[in-house]
């Protein structure tokens, strides 16, 4: 198993934010001719695992061996590989909100085999290998327990305990670890940020260089997730009573129906989240690794205030909510929940 635990530079050529040791091998992979037949990477949404896949799909399939472990990005097969129309490339992503079925995996088996009759790479990528139903997943397995010539899985997931051992044990597995804060800082540095910029932007991001980019390419995002977590340190000011008449106001604003009001919750409980883990951490005097440090002084107000137990308490309360509102709880009843924790 390789960790991206000890990355350190951006200067791996592909230009990846952290993930410098899983980077490495998997450029000596392609620079020793070893590249393995199926790769699994491993590890929370916004780590930048699509990018690391994306990166090492181009550089295998490049036709210009100018350079083995990069891609040229401007051939024939470059272009293809990009625009995701590449026909020995074969993305198997479910439609929204669907599990992937036997069907598109059966599907998937006959076209890696047609290609595999040529004397090419045939490429599946699976890019959230969790939404496989258990039928697709044992006919995963036969596929890849039995390879046709150069053919290579590429299969991520952000939940590798779903996946089943049988495919996973097969599969060079990649973890990717949250990005150190100074690599966030040096990138945002390099692409011109001011200092101040570049440590509220690297400390939001929490280690997800997904999130990285997003703030650093669109400063209102940046804006407005900064004043909805000021939003939230508000509510935690007032009362308990004008704390819960609040949120409610707040959701009011959100949409008049239920499903507006559940997806304004659902997008917003990171961030609540987020506030909870900061105060966890400055209580557990670890204050230099909060995420939103713009708010420091208010995030200190609040945990000396409170008992460690009352913020594991708002921390549940939050876990708990997203989970209710997956099963379609009022999203009115479930703020108040959250709002009522401490
Ligand atoms: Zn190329």
Excluded at 276 to 296: C, H, K, P, W, Y
Aim: proline residues 3%.
């Amino acid at each position: 198993m390789v960790s991206s635990k000890v990355s350190s530079k951006n200067d791996d050529k592909w230009g990846v934010i952290g993930h410098r040791s899983v980077v490495s091998y998997l450029q000596k992979n392609l620079s020793n001719n070893t590249v393995a037949s199926a790769y699994l990477f491993t590890g929370q949404e916004g780590l930048g695992k699509n990018t690391v896949i994306e990166k090492f799909l181009a550089a295998l399939m490049c036709q210009s061996h100018k350079d083995p472990i990069q891609s040229c990005q401007s051939c024939a097969i470059c272009k293809q590989v990009n625009g995701r129309v590449h026909p020995d490339v074969n993305w198997l992503e479910p439609e929204e909100n669907k599990s992937i079925s036997v069907a598109e995996v059966r599907d998937l088996r006959s076209r890696l085999g047609q290609t595999a009759l040529l004397n090419s790479y045939a490429v599946a990528v699976i890019s959230q290998t969790s939404l496989l139903s258990e039928a697709a997943a044992n006919a995963l397995l036969k596929i890849i327990e039995e390879p046709k010539g150069k053919t290579i899985f590429l299969l991520a997931t952000d939940k590798p305990a779903l996946l089943p051992r049988t495919i996973s044990s097969r599969c060079q597995v990649l973890q990717f670890q949250p990005v150190a804060k100074k690599i966030i800082f040096d990138y945002l540095i390099a692409q011109g940020f001011t200092e101040d910029k570049s440590n509220q932007i690297a400390d939001l991001s929490a280690g997800l260089p997904g999130q990285t980019i997003k703030y650093s390419q669109d400063g209102l995002l940046f804006e407005e997730v900064m004043s909805e977590v000021s939003q939230f340190i508000d509510l935690w000011e007032l009362s308990p009573g004008k704390r819960v008449g609040s949120i409610e106001r707040i959701l009011a604003d959100a949409g008049r129906d239920f499903a507006a009001k559940s997806n304004w919750l659902k997008n917003h409980l990171p961030i609540w989240l987020g506030v909870a883990r900061d105060i966890m951490l400055t209580q557990n005097g670890q204050s230099s690794l909060v995420s939103n440090s713009f708010e420091s002084g208010r995030i200190l107000n609040l945990a000396k205030l409170w008992s460690s137990r009352q913020t594991l308490s708002l921390i549940n309360k939050c876990q708990q909510a997203h989970i209710n509102l997956l099963t379609n709880a009022s999203p009115n009843l479930v703020a108040a929940n959250v709002m009522l924790s401490v």
